[in-house]
């Protein structure tokens, strides 16, 4: 099944992140459901975050990953796009999810899809009113 994706941060080609939220959902026109909210993270930021937290950094190797829930930690310290991209992929295919093909979305085409596309989208809104 072919699957749309957006990603909300700004992604210049020549950068690489150490981690990165993306939706997925069906590119399925007549799909009324939610978008997954997925979080990628490197062990670059799950080493930052856990540190903070006082826990241990889970023990992935180098290409290998981690799924919990909603969340893939991935064995990188960081991730181009396409890297990215793969590790999408990776943690679909690994939770049942069928994929032949990410497409890339909008924000217009997944706004109201999850719990953080629709506070990205109130927020907006707020600032389109307070701007005018």
């Given at each position: 099944m072919k699957r749309k994706y957006y990603i909300p941060?700004?992604?210049?080609?020549d950068?690489?992140?150490t981690w990165e939220d993306v939706w997925v959902m069906p590119d399925d026109e007549?799909?009324?459901?939610?978008?997954i909210?997925?979080?990628?993270?490197s062990l670059t930021s799950a080493a930052e975050y856990l540190q903070e937290?006082?826990?241990p950094v889970p023990q992935v190797e180098i290409g290998q990953f981690s799924i919990d829930s909603a969340d893939i930690l991935v064995g990188a310290k960081d991730?181009?796009?396409e890297e990215l991209l793969h590790w999408v992929e990776v943690w679909l295919k690994e939770s049942g999810f069928s994929v032949s093909e990410l497409i890339e979305a909008t924000f217009e085409?997944?706004?109201?899809?999850?719990?953080?596309?629709?506070?990205?989208a109130q927020a907006l809104e707020a600032l389109r009113k307070e701007t005018n």
């Open positions: 941060a700004e992604w210049n080609p950068e690489r992140h007549n799909y009324e459901g939610e978008s909210w997925l979080t990628v993270d937290e006082e826990r991730f181009s796009k085409d997944l706004k109201n899809t999850n719990d953080e596309a629709r506070a990205t």
